[in-house]
């Protein structure tokens, strides 16, 4: 196996791992085959396949090169998965293509983010990821004209929002949510790539000089260079504290590519996710055997805080299915966020930024006109403080009632 853990994991999570690292470089045959043959939960297989956002991956895998080992009942609920990710892809590649004639006819530009593009980028196949949302990132400069023009175009966004105020919400979040359709669809219009976890803005303007034309089902379209893809997903993958294995296996597809490890660094650093990158290749190391150069891999093992980051997300990501632990990665104050900036000085604005800058929340809370958006930072400590309370709150109740059962 390619994980150097002392955890302890089950036959299903081993067989996922094993599949995948199959996937990549088709070298697992005779353990796939041997594991398939003990007691496989099949069903807590297909939760765990779920839960990583891998089953379509799994699906083929299995499908094409395993499948006398797979019972039937087990083989058609993971296909019946398969197919509904196949059709849920279909319609919103469909709706990509729209959004991209739509950005054409108005000569506006914009680059995807994940979604239907990278799967077949990396994987070769739109229908190989799961997603539940289209990223589009777009200049600081036209954002506000691309959100009026998807408006126009019968999507509802989030937060109806005029110019000035567009501008000031834009100060401290970095996308805005639009839906279509009573399917309710779901399009991130990002003009910023960091969610402002970062000191320094990753945007539109450190990747435009490296981008690449796609052609993508017959449209040409922009993408990210494959140095400028690298840092994104490892960048993406610590914002979510790497709560699957697709975060992972999306960089190990990457590694398999030639990569210019000098222009890597150099984007990592100007954009201060230096950690997060090398954390990023350390899991891939860890978990798919990925081949990293010397020079990277001594800059790991040099580094006792990425070696604690990668302790952490792999305790995070072995966790037994029916443990919650991930769901610590929907809070922007763990001690991982702050652990993997670069500097100190970086921890110290993130913390300010957390605190007084208000988020989407807030305004979806309260819309203030453009020119008031200032009480904001007033309104943000007095909500965050109020949330705060009531999460506490809630933990306690939930001890009083678990120590009330125990007496009784």
Not at 292 to 315: C, G
Request: proline letters at 3%.
């Amino acid at each position: 196996m390619a994980i150097k853990t002392e955890n302890q994991i089950s036959l299903e999570l081993m067989l996922l791992l094993l599949c995948l690292e199959d996937n990549l470089y088709g070298s697992k045959k005779d353990e796939i085959i041997k594991i398939c043959s003990e007691a496989i939960d099949w069903d807590k297989f297909q939760k765990l396949a779920v839960r990583h956002k891998v089953i379509q991956l799994i699906y083929v895998t299995l499908n094409k090169k395993y499948r006398a080992y797979v019972p039937d009942n087990s083989h058609d609920e993971i296909k019946k998965v398969f197919l509904l990710n196949c059709a849920h892809n279909l319609y919103f590649t469909a709706v990509f293509h729209k959004i991209i004639d739509y950005f054409n006819e108005n000569n506006m530009t914009c680059v995807p983010l994940k979604g239907p593009v990278i799967s077949e980028q990396l994987y070769g196949d739109i229908s190989l990821r799961v997603f539940s949302d289209l990223d589009i990132l777009v200049p600081e400069e036209n954002a506000f004209q691309a959100f009026n023009l998807l408006i126009t175009k019968g999507f509802t966004p989030e937060l109806n929002l005029n110019k000035k105020q567009f501008e000031a919400y834009m100060n401290s979040e970095d996308h805005m949510i639009l839906t279509l359709g009573k399917k309710k669809l779901i399009v991130e219009l990002h003009w910023e790539l960091s969610d402002r976890y970062l000191s320094k803005p990753f945007t539109f303007e450190q990747i435009k000089h490296q981008l690449c034309e796609y052609n993508f089902n017959g449209k040409k379209i922009l993408t990210f260079s494959r140095e400028d893809l690298l840092v994104y997903l490892c960048l993406h993958g610590s914002k979510h504290i790497w709560e699957n294995f697709e975060l992972i296996f999306l960089i190990a597809t990457l590694l398999k590519s030639d990569l210019d490890w000098e222009k890597i660094l150099l984007l990592a650093r100007t954009t201060r996710c230096y950690k997060k990158l090398l954390l990023g290749a350390s899991l891939c190391s860890r978990f798919f055997n990925c081949a990293l150069p010397d020079k990277i891999r001594s800059l790991i093992a040099d580094s006792p805080e990425i070696k604690k980051l990668d302790q952490y997300v792999t305790l995070l990501l072995l966790a037994p299915i029916e443990n919650h632990l991930w769901d610590i990665s929907k809070s922007k104050f763990t001690r991982y966020q702050f652990a993997s900036l670069d500097r100190f000085q970086d921890k110290i604005r993130y913390f300010f930024f957390m605190v007084l800058f208000p988020t989407n929340n807030d305004w979806t809370a309260a819309a203030i006109p453009g020119k008031y958006s200032f009480l904001y930072y007033f309104t943000r400590p007095v909500r965050l403080f109020y949330n705060l309370l009531k999460q506490k709150s809630r933990l306690i109740r939930k001890g009083f009632k678990w120590i009330t059962n125990k007496v009784h």
